[in-house]
């Protein structure tokens, strides 16, 4: 498996569930079930050559729950094919852009067409990763420390996720629009300076992507804070999603229990869910 196709993976799995999408005993099929009610899943083969120049393939139905109208495993079956089609770029992943087309089409009764080439953006005010242009990357160093001292002129706007608990440890993820290294910089400061509770967590992780010159270039970093691999999934998630111009940052208040995998799912539930309210102005 390709080191994109298993990010891609990890980084699905995270946003959803650990159901969406899972291996079999073939390294190249898996099982991949829509959310969010996973009541159709089919089989996926990814060639060799994915996502550099050809898309995942269907090779069937793999099941379909109790309640499921006798032929509409198949007709999704069949909606899958057509979406895979109409979404991947060769050199770009497309699983998020498939679930989140699937989901469109599905809950609105628009089931058959390609996507318009104007529909860059979601049904939840995210730009999707297909419309993203990958221009040419440029990172720089980080800027010099910003005055002690904040205003309300100068705080930064937060959309802010609902916290997650699960064995003890508490998630809480944020978003906010930047557009530049020192404003990045200053956003995590005022962040530390000014949220006592954050202060004391036990992880901030976080993550950033930045256009510049009509998209000719960008910037883009993350941040473990002993969180390891935290950050980098979260830039996966940023980029998946599409979205530019912001930094999501995530909290963990670490509750004595070790989560294993499962702390990745939560890093990504929550960090999506910061990035899809600072989209619709929340």
Same mark, same amino acid.
């Given at each position: 498996?390709?080191?994109?196709?298993?990010?891609?993976?990890?980084?699905?799995?995270?946003?959803?569930?650990?159901?969406?999408?899972?291996?079999?005993?073939?390294?190249?099929?898996?099982?991949?079930?829509?959310?969010?009610?996973?009541?159709?899943?089919? #089989?996926?083969?990814?060639?060799?050559?994915?996502?550099?120049?050809?898309?995942?393939?269907?090779?069937?139905?793999?099941?379909?729950?109790?309640?499921?109208?006798?032929?509409?495993?198949?007709?999704?079956?069949?909606?899958?094919?057509?979406?895979?089609?109409?979404?991947?770029?060769?050199?770009?992943?497309?699983?998020?852009?498939?679930?989140?087309?699937?989901?469109?089409?599905?809950?609105?009764?628009?089931?058959?067409?390609?996507?318009?080439?104007?529909?860059?953006?979601?049904?939840?005010?995210?730009?999707?990763?297909?419309?993203?242009?990958?221009?040419?990357?440029?990172?720089?160093?980080?800027?010099?420390?910003?005055?002690?001292?904040?205003?309300?002129?100068?705080?930064?706007?937060?959309?802010?996720?609902?916290?997650?608990?699960?064995?003890?440890?508490?998630?809480?993820? #944020?978003?906010?629009?930047?557009?530049?290294?020192?404003?990045?910089?200053?956003?995590?400061?005022?962040?530390?300076?000014?949220?006592?509770?954050?202060?004391?967590?036990?992880?901030?992780?976080?993550?950033?992507?930045?256009?510049?010159?009509?998209?000719?270039?960008?910037?883009?970093?993350?941040?473990?804070?002993?969180?390891?691999?935290?950050?980098?999934?979260?830039?996966?998630?940023?980029?998946?999603?599409?979205?530019?111009?912001?930094?999501?940052?995530?909290?963990?208040?670490?509750?004595?229990?070790?989560?294993?995998?499962?702390?990745?799912?939560?890093?990504?539930?929550?960090?999506?869910?910061?990035?899809?309210?600072? #989209?619709?102005?929340?």
């Amino acid at each position: 498996m390709s080191e994109d196709l298993d990010n891609e993976i990890e980084a699905i799995r995270a946003i959803y569930d650990e159901n969406t999408i899972r291996p079999t005993s073939n390294k190249t099929i898996y099982i991949f079930s829509i959310p969010p009610q996973h009541d159709v899943s089919v #089989r996926l083969h990814f060639p060799t050559t994915y996502p550099a120049d050809d898309p995942p393939q269907t090779r069937g139905v793999e099941s379909t729950g109790p309640n499921t109208a006798k032929g509409y495993g198949s007709h999704v079956l069949g909606l899958v094919d057509q979406v895979l089609e109409s979404v991947f770029e060769p050199g770009t992943v497309c699983l998020f852009d498939v679930v989140q087309e699937l989901q469109s089409r599905l809950s609105s009764g628009r089931e058959d067409g390609p996507t318009s080439p104007a529909d860059d953006v979601d049904d939840e005010g995210v730009a999707t990763a297909a419309a993203a242009a990958e221009p040419t990357i440029s990172m720089t160093a980080p800027p010099p420390p910003p005055p002690p001292s904040f205003s309300p002129s100068n705080s930064p706007k937060w959309s802010t996720s609902p916290p997650l608990t699960t064995l003890k440890s508490t998630f809480l993820a #944020r978003a906010t629009a930047v557009h530049s290294p020192a404003a990045v910089h200053h956003a995590l400061a005022h962040l530390h300076a000014t949220d006592k509770k954050t202060a004391k967590a036990t992880h901030v992780m976080s993550a950033y992507r930045i256009r510049h010159d009509g998209a000719t270039t960008y910037e883009e970093d993350c941040e473990d804070d002993g969180e390891a691999g935290a950050g980098g999934r979260l830039l996966q998630l940023l980029r998946l999603m599409g979205v530019w111009d912001v930094l999501v940052v995530v909290v963990r208040w670490y509750g004595g229990v070790k989560l294993g995998s499962e702390r990745f799912r939560c890093v990504g539930q929550v960090a999506r869910e910061a990035v899809v309210r600072l #989209r619709e102005g929340g």
